[in-house]
């Protein structure tokens, strides 16, 4: 008897035409919102270079309140983690150092560091997506 209740009623489900228009549907929105979301990467990877680069100044900032001037170009960023070696020689070196570690920039290069800078008294640099030294690197002369 069970079996003549499920065969008397109809069979639900979606008809290859249904299913098509979804997926249809889900195309023309993954090629709108893709593009889209895309675009937004980039951008949250430069933003993310330039709050770095801000750090690193004020941690700069605070070596040079401590030590009378900033690091060598050849003492580098590294001056900010462990206590360098060489001219001009930190003094008052804070205990424990200025910033816990060194990061990568969101392309996974190195951040640059130059004192004498070209563009300021010291400079502090990504170059940015194409990893070429060229007029769109993200630096502390143009936050």
């Given at each position: ?81 462990t206590r360098p070696a060489g001219d001009p020689e930190p003094k008052n070196w804070r205990e424990g150092g200025y910033i ?42 143009n936050l």
């Open positions: 008897m069970n079996q003549k209740r499920n065969l008397s009623r109809p069979q639900r489900g979606f008809t290859l035409i249904e299913v098509m228009v979804v997926v249809l549907i889900l195309g023309l929105l993954a090629a709108y919102i893709v593009p889209k979301v895309a675009g937004r990467a980039d951008d949250a990877r430069i933003t993310k270079a330039k709050q770095d680069i801000r750090i690193l100044e004020s941690a700069l900032q605070m070596y040079k309140m401590d030590n009378f001037s900033y690091p060598s170009t050849d003492q580098g960023l590294e001056a900010l983690v816990k570690r060194l990061s990568l920039d969101p392309w996974g290069e190195p951040y640059k560091y130059l004192n004498p800078g070209i563009h300021g008294e010291i400079d502090i640099y990504s170059t940015g997506p194409d990893l070429q030294s060229d007029e769109d690197d993200i630096g502390n002369w």
